[in-house]
């Protein structure tokens, strides 16, 4: 009882003292802003290229849920960037999907080329759909989870030193990844283990799915 009481005490004051300060965002995360502001009309919300403007112009943009998949890094970059051309066939790697394809490296600087790669990576690769909005999961996170899992959500939080407690690494997919959404939703509402606090009555169920959407980002 001890424990708890101390653990809440300075939970509180924590909370109270860092609710306003956000986490840095994983790169993932900020490439899914960047796709949802320029790509997801063409691309589609799952970037399977069923977007409704390619649909009004009659083009077929690349599924990125399988395209990207065979792509390195360096040649993600040349097709957003519309720069580089192939070697054998001379043609302009930018258009390698689609002549409809935007140039965007007058747009977007080297990180968010970067943090965008990481978001279709996500995509890609996926083995969970995003629940809820994972820009309301940071906030959240930052608020109520960061104090043990840590502001890059490495489980390195203030409290596991001061309780001496090992939270869940959610930088980690190879633990993220095999609890699918249904299960971390209910160790978020009804608590797991003798520390993970039950967070029923205080977070609804759109909040915890916002949460868990922002947790598989930050494994990605």
């Not at 407690?165 to 608590?191: A, Y």
């Amino acid at each position: 009882m001890k424990v708890w009481i101390y653990l809440g005490v300075i939970a509180v004051f924590y909370i109270f003292e860092i609710s306003e300060v956000s986490a840095n965002p994983p790169p993932a995360y900020e490439g899914r802003r960047l796709f949802v502001s320029y790509c997801q009309l063409c691309h589609g919300v799952g970037g399977k290229g069923d977007g409704p403007l390619a649909k009004a112009m009659k083009i077929e943009p690349a599924d990125l849920t399988t395209t990207v998949r065979s792509r390195s890094d360096t040649i993600l970059r040349k097709i957003i960037t519309g720069e580089g051309r192939q070697t054998i066939t001379g043609r302009d790697r930018h258009n390698l999907l689609s002549e409809a394809m935007p140039e965007w490296k007058d747009v977007f600087s080297d990180d968010q080329i970067n943090a965008l790669i990481a978001y279709l990576r996500f995509l890609s690769n996926k083995k969970h759909d995003l629940m809820g909005d994972p820009e309301v999961g940071m906030r959240l996170y930052a608020k109520y989870c960061q104090v043990c899992h840590g502001e890059e959500g490495d489980g390195n939080g203030i409290m596991t030193n001061l309780i001496g407690i090992t939270p869940m690494d959610h930088t980690n997919p190879n633990e993220t990844n095999r609890l699918d959404n249904e299960t971390l939703v209910k160790s978020i509402l009804d608590g797991k283990g003798r520390f993970m606090p039950a967070w029923r009555g205080i977070l609804s169920r759109s909040d915890v799915e916002a949460l868990v959407s922002y947790i598989r980002l930050l494994s990605n």
